[in-house]
C-alpha cells in the first residue's frame, strides 16, 4: 500500500514537472514566432524606407538635371537673366505630372544679383594688378564704394560710416595674401592675440559663415537681430567678374550700386524689371534710365552691373509619404561658352 502511494506521487511530480516544460517549450516558441514576426516587419518596413529614399534621392538629381535643362533654354533663347524666365518661374502642376507622386518642388536663385565678396580685394578683383601709383585700381575702389554704401544702407547694425570703413578693412585684409595692416584692419598678429588664437585666411573665403572669423563682423552684423536684417543673405562667396546682375538684385544690393541711390528708387527698379511687358527693356544693363521719374543724376558705374546670371543656387525638394529629402546646389553657367559646372550639391 505504501509503494502504490509513493508511485501514485512520483507519477504526480514526473507529469508536473512535464506539463510545466511543455508550457516553457510553448512559451519559447510563442517568443520566437513574436520576434520572428517583428523582425520580418522591421525588415519590410526597413524595405520600403530604402526604396522611398532611393526614390526620393533620384527625384532630386532629376529635378537639378531640369534646372540644367532650363538654364541651357534659356541661354539659347537670349543673352540676359531676369526673374521673369523660366528657370526662375516652375509650375508645379507641370512637375507634378512629371514625376507623380514625389511631391517635387524647385527654387532657383540667381547669386550674381548678391555682392560677391571675394572680389573685394584688388588681387583677387585684378590679379593683383594696382595703379601706378601703388594704390588699389579702379575696380577695387569701386568694390570698396559699393560695400561702404551697402553697410551704410541702414538696413544692418552698422552704426556709421567709420564702423563701416573698420569692417571693411578687416574683411580687405583676410582676403589679401599680403600681412600689411590696413588703417582699421587686421592681420595675422591680431587673431593670434585671440583666444582661442586662429590664423587670418589670406585668401578668399570658403563658405560665408567665414565671416564670423573676421574683426567687427558679429552674429548682429551677419545674421541680423529684431531691430536689423542681416547681411549674409545679400552676399556670394561665388564670383564670376565681381558684376551684379541689375535683373536680379534685391533691393538692398540696388540701393548700394550708386550715391543717392535710396530704397524707394531701388523698390521702383524692381517694380518695373517685373512688369512683363518691360521685360525685352532688360537686355541692357542701363535699363533702368528708362524707368519713369528715375533722376537722371543718378549713374551706376557700368563696370559694376550686368545683365547675365553666372551662378545658381538651386533647392530641389521631394516628397514621398512621410519621408521628405532636400538637395541644395550651385551650378555656374558660363555666359560666354553656355559650359555648365556643378560646384557644390548636398542632400538634407
Known amino acids: 500500500m505504501e509503494r502504490s502511494r509513493k508511485l501514485a506521487g512520483f507519477l504526480a511530480d514526473t507529469s508536473g514537472m512535464a506539463l510545466l516544460m511543455t508550457l516553457a517549450a510553448i512559451s519559447f516558441l510563442v ?26 534621392d533620384q527625384a532630386l538629381l532629376s529635378g537639378l538635371d531640369l534646372v540644367r535643362a532650363a ?17 526662375k518661374n516652375w509650375e508645379q502642376e507641370k512637375l507634378a505630372a512629371l514625376m507623380p507622386g514625389t511631391g517635387l518642388a524647385i527654387t532657383v536663385e540667381d547669386l550674381s544679383g548678391r555682392i560677391q565678396v571675394n572680389r573685394l580685394v584688388p588681387e583677387l578683383l585684378e590679379a593683383g594688378r594696382r595703379s601706378d601709383q601703388g594704390r588699389p585700381g579702379r575696380a577695387a575702389t569701386l568694390q570698396r564704394q559699393l560695400w561702404l554704401r551697402f553697410l551704410l544702407s541702414g538696413r ?14 578687416a574683411l580687405s585684409d583676410w582676403l589679401d595674401r ?44 551677419v545674421y541680423g537681430d529684431e531691430e536689423h536684417e542681416g547681411i549674409i543673405d545679400y552676399l556670394t562667396i561665388y564670383s564670376h567678374d565681381g558684376k551684379i546682375n541689375i535683373n536680379t538684385a534685391p533691393v538692398p544690393v540696388l540701393q548700394a550700386l550708386a550715391p543717392n541711390m535710396t530704397s524707394e528708387l531701388a523698390g521702383e527698379l ?27 543724376d543718378i549713374n551706376v558705374d557700368p563696370s559694376l552691373i550686368t545683365t547675365r546670371g553666372s551662378f545658381f543656387l538651386v533647392k530641389v525638394q521631394a516628397r514621398q509619404g512621410s519621408l521628405r529629402r532636400t538637395g541644395l546646389g550651385v551650378l555656374f553657367r558660363d555666359p560666354a561658352t553656355r559650359r555648365q559646372e556643378l560646384k557644390s550639391w548636398r542632400v538634407e
Do not use: M
Open 31 to 56: 517568443a520566437v514566432t513574436v520576434g520572428l514576426t517583428i523582425s520580418v516587419n522591421w525588415q519590410l518596413q526597413a524595405s520600403a524606407t530604402l526604396r522611398q529614399s532611393v526614390l526620393l
Open 71 to 87: 538654364l541651357y533654354e534659356d541661354q539659347l533663347a537670349d543673352d540676359f537673366d531676369t526673374d521673369q524666365d523660366g528657370w
Open 156 to 169: 544692418f547694425a552698422v552704426d556709421d560710416a567709420g564702423q563701416a570703413a573698420a569692417l571693411v578693412d
Open 178 to 221: 599680403d600681412d600689411e595692416e590696413r588703417d582699421h584692419g587686421a592681420e595675422n598678429g591680431y587673431y593670434q592675440s585671440l583666444s582661442p588664437p586662429y590664423s587670418c585666411a589670406n585668401g578668399p573665403l570658403r563658405y560665408p559663415e567665414e565671416l564670423l572669423l573676421v574683426k567687427g563682423f558679429s552674429r548682429k552684423i
Open 270 to 296: 524692381v517694380a518695373f524689371r517685373t512688369e512683363e511687358v518691360n521685360r525685352d527693356r532688360l537686355n541692357k544693363p542701363a535699363w533702368y534710365k528708362q524707368v519713369p521719374d528715375f533722376p537722371g
